[in-house]
Each structure stands twice: as structure tokens, then as C-alpha cells.
């Protein structure tokens, strides 16, 4: 069934002040839309949590830290509506830009530590803007529980370190990420990427499972992500922001797996920027 669209403040308060008031879980799953199968996994994992479901699409101007990425970024509102029909969700809230940034909006949310490395290193402000939505996010729809993709991990430490840090009562889902049959981690921005350079993503997470596979082996991290990044460059990737190895709970950098670990990476390729992360051990 069709969810009602709400995209003004009191509309989505009416919508959720009963639920509230009949002590109902409400699972939000945040989204900026052109929904792939791992959205829909977010939200498959929310109805069987949750008693309602909101499952919210907004492109926060504030987490871009580049005009032409924003411009770009893929907007496809009614084919979103329309997979989510099975789903049953309660409620689409897409708010309008006023709902979320009034005039005279002045307020930051601010994670400092997890936020110093990779995405929060190459895209200055991003997670500032990721905070601040999500923050609203959650007290705009009286989030009980929230869902989010593993693909962004280090946007789920910061979401998870931000809700405890302002006491907000929502717990924090990770769920995995689900990947196209070649391997590549189902992304929005997979959309941006030409014939020829889809068939080259995949590429990406073919060196991240050879390092995984070389560590678990006992070799040294360093000329595994030499050899790695001497093969994304041959296969056409222009440019390699990151291929890092980092403990999973607080992103410390890692020369070896000597703690649960995960390999995070982030690549140029034909212009669009794809990142991606596994779990190394066992
Ligand atoms: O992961 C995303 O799509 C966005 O960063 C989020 C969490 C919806 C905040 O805008």
C-alpha cells in the first residue's frame, strides 16, 4: 500500500502522536533516497522490529562538502515511493527544506574523535551536516529505534556515539551491507557511473577481499595495499583517498588485526566517489 507523503512538521506530528501515545516502537530508517535493495534491507529489518515504520528521504545540503556532488546526487522520489509500497511502511517523511533548516537555523551537532579520519578527513563538515540531520531526524519522528547501513560504518559510530552522547532514547541498528552479484556495495551514487565504469567498480572490493585474504595468511599490511592500489590504478581508478586498516570500534589505525578490524577504502573512479569496508578476521 501506498504511504501517506508528509512533508510539513505538524503533518508528521499528527501522523505519529497516536503511535506514541499507544507506547508503540517506532523504527525510523534515514535516507536520501534513490533507494537500492539496501535501503530496502533497512526497512525489511525495521518492520521486524519496529511497530511502525518511517522511512524518511532527505538530501541534506549540509553533509555536502561539494556543490557538483549535491547538484548530481540522484533524485528519485516517485520510483522510491513506489518500491516501498510492499512494504507497508507507515509514513514517507520528506520533509521540505524550510521543515528542516528554518530561517535563522543555527545550530551544529558536533562529533569530535571518530570524526578526524577518512570521510571526516577528506570531506571537511560532512559529518557536522550527518549529525545535525540525523539528531533531527530522530526527535522529528520520536525514533524509538534507527536503521542504518554497515556500507557507512563510520557514519553508524558517529550516529551511534552521537545518540548516546545526547542521551537520545533510540537505538542504533547497523545492518550489513548488501552487495551486487560482482561484489560492489549497493551505493545511490552507483547510479552515477557510466556502462564501462560499472563493470571497473567491482574492482574495489576484489583488492579489499585479496588484503583480507593476505592478512588472515599472516603478510604485512603494507605491501598488500601497495600491491592493491598499484592494481586499482591499472585497472582506471583515478584516485585512492583511503585504503585503510582500522579497528571497528573506535577507528584507531591499525599495522595488523590485532583487534577486530575492518579494511576501509575510498576511490576515485570516472568521477564518482566510492567507498566501501569489510570486516578482516576470521
Ligand atoms: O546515509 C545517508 O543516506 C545519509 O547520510 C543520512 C543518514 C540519511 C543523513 O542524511
Redesign the pocket.
Given at each position: 500500500m501506498p504511504a501517506p507523503i508528509l512533508r510539513r512538521l505538524d503533518a508528521l506530528r499528527t501522523a505519529t502522536r497516536p503511535w506514541i501515545l499507544a507506547g508503540e516502537r517506532i523504527g525510523v530508517v534515514?535516507?536520501?533516497g534513490a533507494l537500492h535493495d539496501g535501503h530496502l534491507s533497512l526497512v525489511e529489518a525495521a518492520k521486524r522490529t519496529c511497530d511502525r515504520v518511517i522511512v524518511?528521504i532527505?538530501?541534506?545540503p549540509r553533509?555536502f562538502n561539494n556543490p557538483e556532488d549535491l547538484k548530481n546526487y540522484p533524485r528519485t522520489e516517485t520510483e522510491d515511493a513506489r518500491k516501498l509500497e510492499r512494504f507497508n511502511v507507515d509514513a514517507l517523511w520528506v520533509p521540505d527544506g524550510d521543515q528542516m533548516y528554518p530561517a535563522h537555523f543555527a545550530t551544529t551537532v558536533s562529533v569530535t574523535g571518530l570524526t578526524d579520519v577518512m570521510e571526516g578527513h577528506f570531506r571537511p563538515g560532512h559529518f557536522d551536516?550527518?549529525a545535525t540531520?540525523?539528531t533531527k531526524?530522530f526527535t522529528q519522528t520520536s525514533a524509538s529505534d534507527a536503521f542504518?547501513?554497515e556500507k557507512?560504518y563510520q557514519?553508524l559510530l558517529v550516529?551511534r556515539r552521537m545518540a548516546a552522547d545526547l542521551d537520545l532514547p533510540v537505538t542504533v541498528h547497523g545492518c550489513p551491507t548488501i552487495r551486487e552479484i560482482d561484489g560492489l556495495a549497493m551505493s545511490?551514487r552507483n547510479l552515477l557511473l557510466s556502462d564501462r565504469a560499472r563493470t571497473t567498480a567491482p574492482v574495489l572490493h576484489d583488492v579489499m577481499e585479496q588484503i583480507a585474504d593476505g592478512l588472515r595468511r599472516g603478510a604485512a599490511f603494507d605491501p598488500l595495499h601497495a600491491a592493491a592500489v598499484a592494481r586499482l590504478d591499472k585497472a582506471g581508478f583515478t584516485g585512492v583517498d583511503y585504503l585503510d586498516l582500522r579497528a571497528q570500534d573506535d577507528l584507531s589505525a591499525l599495522a595488523a588485526p590485532t583487534r577486530p578490524a575492518r579494511l576501509f577504502a575510498a576511490a576515485w573512479l570516472a568521477g564518482v566517489r566510492l567507498i566501501d569496508n569489510i570486516a578482516v578476521g576470521d
Open positions: 534515514p535516507t536520501m524518511t532527505f538530501v541534506n553533509q551536516g550527518v540531520v540525523v531526524l542504518f547501513g557507512d557514519q550516529v545511490s
